[in-house]
Protein backbone atom coordinates (compact mmCIF):
# COMPACT_ATOMS: atom_id res chain seq x y z
CA UNK A 1 0.00 0.00 0.00
CA UNK A 2 1.54 3.64 -1.34
CA UNK A 3 1.93 6.14 1.53
CA UNK A 4 -1.01 8.33 2.05
CA UNK A 5 0.85 10.98 2.54
CA UNK A 6 2.40 11.34 -1.11
CA UNK A 7 -1.69 12.26 -2.21
CA UNK A 8 -2.05 15.32 -4.28
CA UNK A 9 -3.45 18.04 -2.54
CA UNK A 10 -5.72 20.58 -4.94
CA UNK A 11 -5.02 23.41 -6.04
CA UNK A 12 -5.06 27.13 -5.00
CA UNK A 13 -8.52 28.05 -3.99
CA UNK A 14 -9.83 31.75 -5.55
CA UNK A 15 -11.61 33.14 -2.35
CA UNK A 16 -10.30 33.11 1.55
CA UNK A 17 -11.22 30.63 3.40
CA UNK A 18 -11.99 32.57 6.54
CA UNK A 19 -13.87 35.57 4.70
CA UNK A 20 -15.01 33.91 1.45
CA UNK A 21 -13.80 37.10 -0.21
CA UNK A 22 -12.25 36.62 -3.97
CA UNK A 23 -8.60 37.10 -4.07
CA UNK A 24 -7.09 39.94 -6.63
CA UNK A 25 -4.35 39.60 -8.71
CA UNK A 26 -1.30 39.96 -6.68
CA UNK A 27 -2.77 39.76 -3.31
CA UNK A 28 -0.33 38.35 -0.24
CA UNK A 29 -1.91 35.14 0.49
CA UNK A 30 -1.47 32.12 3.02
CA UNK A 31 -2.00 28.20 2.42
CA UNK A 32 -2.23 25.58 5.48
CA UNK A 33 -2.12 22.35 5.33
CA UNK A 34 -4.57 20.44 7.75
CA UNK A 35 -4.88 16.81 8.76
CA UNK A 36 -8.01 15.53 7.27
CA UNK A 37 -9.83 13.64 10.20
CA UNK A 38 -11.89 11.38 7.62
CA UNK A 39 -8.86 10.06 5.92
CA UNK A 40 -5.20 9.72 5.65
CA UNK A 41 -4.28 12.84 3.86
CA UNK A 42 -4.15 16.59 4.28
CA UNK A 43 -7.33 19.40 3.54
CA UNK A 44 -5.95 22.47 2.08
CA UNK A 45 -7.30 26.31 3.23
CA UNK A 46 -5.62 29.27 1.17
CA UNK A 47 -6.59 32.98 3.69
CA UNK A 48 -5.61 36.42 2.67
CA UNK A 49 -2.59 37.14 4.89
CA UNK A 50 -4.64 39.47 6.91
CA UNK A 51 -7.42 37.70 7.83
CA UNK A 52 -5.11 34.52 8.84
CA UNK A 53 -3.16 36.61 11.13
CA UNK A 54 -6.54 37.04 12.97
CA UNK A 55 -7.89 33.32 12.81
CA UNK A 56 -4.71 31.68 12.97
CA UNK A 57 -4.68 31.11 16.85
CA UNK A 58 -8.26 29.90 16.33
CA UNK A 59 -7.67 27.00 13.73
CA UNK A 60 -6.30 23.86 14.54
CA UNK A 61 -1.95 23.50 14.85
CA UNK A 62 -1.29 23.16 11.09
CA UNK A 63 0.86 20.52 9.38
CA UNK A 64 2.50 23.15 6.89
CA UNK A 65 1.80 26.89 6.49
CA UNK A 66 3.38 29.36 4.20
CA UNK A 67 3.36 32.30 2.57
CA UNK A 68 2.69 33.26 -1.53
CA UNK A 69 1.37 35.89 -4.18
CA UNK A 70 -2.10 34.45 -5.59
CA UNK A 71 -1.67 35.11 -9.42
CA UNK A 72 -4.91 34.92 -11.55
CA UNK A 73 -5.07 32.18 -14.53
CA UNK A 74 -4.87 33.30 -17.81
CA UNK A 75 -6.40 30.47 -20.30
CA UNK A 76 -5.28 29.98 -23.50
CA UNK A 77 -7.94 29.87 -26.48
CA UNK A 78 -5.90 27.99 -28.64
CA UNK A 79 -4.79 24.98 -26.58
CA UNK A 80 -4.46 21.74 -27.99
CA UNK A 81 -6.60 19.22 -25.83
CA UNK A 82 -4.11 16.37 -27.17
CA UNK A 83 -0.80 17.54 -26.71
CA UNK A 84 2.27 16.46 -24.71
CA UNK A 85 2.47 16.63 -20.95
CA UNK A 86 4.58 19.16 -19.47
CA UNK A 87 6.79 17.64 -16.57
CA UNK A 88 4.67 18.90 -13.83
CA UNK A 89 1.41 17.01 -15.49
CA UNK A 90 3.56 14.01 -15.59
CA UNK A 91 4.63 14.39 -11.72
CA UNK A 92 0.80 15.37 -10.81
CA UNK A 93 -0.56 12.22 -12.87
CA UNK A 94 1.86 9.68 -10.38
CA UNK A 95 1.50 11.46 -7.34
CA UNK A 96 -2.31 10.96 -8.01
CA UNK A 97 -2.06 7.17 -8.88
CA UNK A 98 0.25 6.59 -6.26
CA UNK A 99 1.97 3.57 -7.08
CA UNK A 100 4.94 2.33 -4.70
CA UNK A 101 7.50 1.81 -7.33
CA UNK A 102 7.61 5.35 -8.80
CA UNK A 103 8.42 6.98 -5.35
CA UNK A 104 11.91 7.41 -6.77
CA UNK A 105 10.79 8.76 -9.78
CA UNK A 106 8.56 11.12 -8.45
CA UNK A 107 10.93 12.80 -5.86
CA UNK A 108 13.50 13.21 -8.88
CA UNK A 109 11.21 14.73 -11.09
CA UNK A 110 10.27 17.23 -8.19
CA UNK A 111 13.48 18.28 -8.19
CA UNK A 112 14.04 18.72 -11.53
CA UNK A 113 11.12 20.98 -11.70
CA UNK A 114 12.20 22.96 -8.45
CA UNK A 115 15.47 23.22 -10.38
CA UNK A 116 13.92 24.39 -13.20
CA UNK A 117 12.36 27.10 -10.99
CA UNK A 118 8.81 25.65 -11.69
CA UNK A 119 8.00 24.02 -8.42
CA UNK A 120 9.24 25.54 -5.25
CA UNK A 121 9.71 23.97 -1.81
CA UNK A 122 7.86 25.44 0.98
CA UNK A 123 8.00 23.12 3.62
CA UNK A 124 9.71 19.62 5.05
CA UNK A 125 8.53 17.35 8.15
CA UNK A 126 9.84 14.69 9.21
CA UNK A 127 7.27 11.53 9.25
CA UNK A 128 7.45 8.26 11.21
CA UNK A 129 8.16 7.18 7.63
CA UNK A 130 10.44 9.77 6.67
CA UNK A 131 10.84 13.19 5.53
CA UNK A 132 7.86 14.66 3.70
CA UNK A 133 8.38 17.94 1.31
CA UNK A 134 6.01 19.78 0.04
CA UNK A 135 6.59 21.28 -2.91
CA UNK A 136 4.19 24.22 -4.47
CA UNK A 137 4.07 25.30 -8.28
CA UNK A 138 4.73 28.56 -8.70
CA UNK A 139 2.07 29.85 -11.38
CA UNK A 140 -0.78 27.33 -10.74
CA UNK A 141 -0.43 26.90 -7.03
CA UNK A 142 -0.94 23.17 -7.13
CA UNK A 143 0.69 21.13 -3.64
CA UNK A 144 2.37 18.23 -4.30
CA UNK A 145 3.60 16.27 -1.28
CA UNK A 146 6.63 13.87 -1.88
CA UNK A 147 8.19 11.51 0.21
CA UNK A 148 11.91 11.96 -0.08
CA UNK A 149 13.31 8.19 -0.29
CA UNK A 150 16.75 9.14 0.80
CA UNK A 151 18.26 7.74 -2.73
CA UNK A 152 21.68 6.61 -2.14
CA UNK A 153 23.85 8.12 -5.08
CA UNK A 154 24.59 4.44 -7.10
CA UNK A 155 20.67 4.88 -7.56
CA UNK A 156 20.39 8.51 -8.65
CA UNK A 157 21.38 8.08 -12.33
CA UNK A 158 19.63 4.59 -12.69
CA UNK A 159 16.23 6.92 -11.42
CA UNK A 160 17.03 9.66 -13.94
CA UNK A 161 17.00 7.63 -17.17
CA UNK A 162 13.21 6.55 -15.91
CA UNK A 163 12.45 10.43 -15.64
CA UNK A 164 14.11 11.26 -18.90
CA UNK A 165 12.02 7.97 -20.66
CA UNK A 166 8.58 8.97 -19.16
CA UNK A 167 9.46 12.62 -20.71
CA UNK A 168 10.12 11.31 -23.62
CA UNK A 169 7.06 8.87 -23.90
CA UNK A 170 4.30 11.19 -22.60
CA UNK A 171 4.39 9.87 -18.71
CA UNK A 172 4.38 6.29 -20.12
CA UNK A 173 7.15 3.95 -19.81
CA UNK A 174 8.05 1.97 -23.48
CA UNK A 175 6.81 -1.15 -21.87
CA UNK A 176 3.53 -0.20 -20.68
CA UNK A 177 0.66 -0.93 -22.51
CA UNK A 178 -1.96 1.79 -23.61
CA UNK A 179 -5.23 0.71 -23.04
CA UNK A 180 -6.65 2.49 -25.81
CA UNK A 181 -4.79 0.08 -27.81
CA UNK A 182 -4.96 -3.44 -26.36
CA UNK A 183 -3.59 -6.20 -28.31
CA UNK A 184 -5.62 -8.19 -30.59
CA UNK A 185 -6.46 -11.42 -30.15
CA UNK A 186 -5.24 -14.26 -32.30
CA UNK A 187 -6.18 -17.95 -33.10
CA UNK A 188 -3.95 -20.82 -33.17
CA UNK A 189 -2.15 -19.88 -36.17
CA UNK A 190 -1.20 -16.45 -34.68
CA UNK A 191 -3.75 -14.29 -37.41
CA UNK A 192 -6.00 -11.94 -36.27
CA UNK A 193 -9.89 -13.47 -35.95
CA UNK A 194 -11.51 -11.93 -38.56
CA UNK A 195 -15.81 -13.05 -38.04
CA UNK A 196 -16.37 -11.82 -41.42
CA UNK A 197 -14.13 -13.80 -43.44
CA UNK A 198 -13.87 -17.15 -41.56
CA UNK A 199 -10.95 -19.66 -42.88
CA UNK A 200 -11.30 -21.21 -45.57
CA UNK A 201 -11.30 -25.23 -45.70
CA UNK A 202 -8.53 -26.34 -47.93
CA UNK A 203 -9.57 -28.70 -50.52
CA UNK A 204 -8.13 -32.06 -49.93
CA UNK A 205 -5.99 -33.64 -52.84
CA UNK A 206 -8.18 -36.08 -54.65
CA UNK A 207 -6.86 -39.79 -54.81
CA UNK A 208 -5.63 -40.99 -58.69
CA UNK A 209 -8.08 -43.29 -59.99
CA UNK A 210 -6.97 -47.18 -60.42
CA UNK A 211 -5.96 -47.88 -63.98
CA UNK A 212 -8.64 -50.54 -65.95
CA UNK A 213 -8.30 -54.44 -65.36
CA UNK A 214 -7.32 -55.79 -68.75
CA UNK A 215 -10.12 -57.70 -70.26
CA UNK A 216 -9.79 -60.92 -72.84
CA UNK A 217 -10.94 -58.40 -75.03
CA UNK A 218 -8.50 -56.33 -74.71
CA UNK A 219 -5.81 -58.90 -75.08
CA UNK A 220 -3.84 -59.16 -78.77
CA UNK A 221 -4.40 -62.34 -80.81
CA UNK A 222 -2.37 -64.76 -80.81
CA UNK A 223 0.40 -64.86 -83.82
CA UNK A 224 0.15 -61.32 -84.44
Known amino acids: MALPESWHVRSRSRKCAATEQPFTDGQP ?3 ALFPDPESSGYLRKDFAADAWQEIANDEPAPF ?3 KSTYSVLKSDPDEDPVKQLSPEEILQRLVEE ?3 HTENTRYILAVMLERKKLLRETDSQRTPTGILRV ?8 VYLVRDPDLPLDQIETVQQEVFLLLENNGRMPNQENPENPPQETDTAGTPENPENPPQETATAETPAEPPTATAEDEPPAGA
Open 29 to 31: IVT
Open 98 to 100: DED
Open 135 to 142: YEHRKTGE
Open 64 to 66: SVW
